[in-house]
């Protein structure tokens, strides 16, 4: 599976990536909300980045379903954009 860069939005509160599995195009955001619940909400748009690019592989997972209930990513969202 290959995925984008991450981005941001919000001011750099929200981090996002797309990728691409198969013909399947996907958007995973991790909203502010959560960034903020797990980092604080003075946490720095390169703190956010990091936190993300490090559970990267978990946050893929959820594409196909198979994270793990457990692994505190349930409220990442992930859109199917094609």
Not at 26 to 53: C, Q
Request: proline share 2%.
């Amino acid at each position: 599976m290959k995925s984008s860069p991450l981005c941001s939005r919000d001011e750099g509160r929200e981090i996002f990536f797309t990728a691409t599995d198969g013909q399947r195009k996907f958007r995973l955001t991790v909203s502010r909300a959560m960034l903020d619940a797990i980092l604080g909400n003075h946490a720095s748009e390169p703190d956010r980045k990091a936190w993300v690019k490090t559970r990267k592989t978990e946050i893929l997972a959820l594409i196909e379903g198979h994270a793990e209930a457990d692994t505190g990513l349930s409220s990442v969202a992930v859109e199917e954009i094609s």
